[in-house]
């Protein structure tokens, strides 16, 4: 059984470092002149990419929880929600300033006439007020029930996130459809726990 002090000063640090690791390796790539023919939309798909796979991560932290009844898993969760809102910022950061150069006529019409976008940003949107009130304080503003209410629009955020990267291919669908799968899983993981928590107990 892994101790307090295990998880705070080891594992969490660790934990923080890999996440760190993608940005660091774009990073890399950029000093080294590896980003391909095209490295706006390399680093635009790069960031879009590992942003929705830490948000499937950050959502996989309570199924684990329920799996594998190990509650420290849910120390994890909003370190591993924020890194995933992080690298959405930086995806649509990216999409801003590298591809588009503030030219906000440009950006408002991308997201009037491209759907993906529209999906993305809608997304994005969704989001924001999660990071934002993911600290304690904000529990307690806010009252614990009406925190995780707020927090279930992580949800339908995921849900667009993983129909946005599907939207925006013109082939090969399988790692969206495959992100699809998690996603459902573990929907599916989290509805069967909260019905059998329903069930009432018989003698």
């Known amino acids: 059984m892994l101790t307090d002090k295990t998880l705070r000063f080891i ?3 660790l934990v923080f470092a890999l996440c760190l690791v993608p940005l660091a390796l774009l990073i890399w790539w950029g000093f080294t002149d590896n980003l ?7 680093s635009n798909r790069f960031l879009g990419d590992w942003a929705l796979r830490f948000l499937l991560i950050a959502l996989a932290v309570t199924p684990l929880r329920i799996l594998t009844n190990w509650a420290g898993a849910i120390r994890f969760r ?14 649509l950061t990216s999409y801003v300033v590298l591809d588009q150069f503030f030219d906000w006529s440009a950006i408002w019409k991308d997201i009037i006439k491209r759907w993906y976008i529209t999906v993305g940003m809608t997304g994005v949107v969704l989001l924001l007020p999660l990071a934002i009130t993911s600290t304690k304080g904000w529990i307690k503003r806010i009252g614990g029930k009406a925190w995780q209410k707020l927090h279930k629009l992580v949800y339908p955020a995921a849900i667009l996130g993983v129909f946005h990267f599907y939207m925006m291919l013109k082939a090969d669908f399988r790692e969206p459809l495959l992100y699809a799968v998690i996603l ?20």
């Open 11 to 13: 594992i969490k640090p």
């Open 78 to 91: 909003r370190m591993l929600g924020l890194f995933a809102f992080a690298y959405v910022v930086l995806h």
């Open 36 to 42: 391909g023919a095209n490295p706006i939309e390399k």
């Open 184 to 203: 459902s899983i573990l929907f599916g993981i989290r509805l069967y726990d909260a019905n059998r928590k329903r069930k009432p107990r018989t003698a």
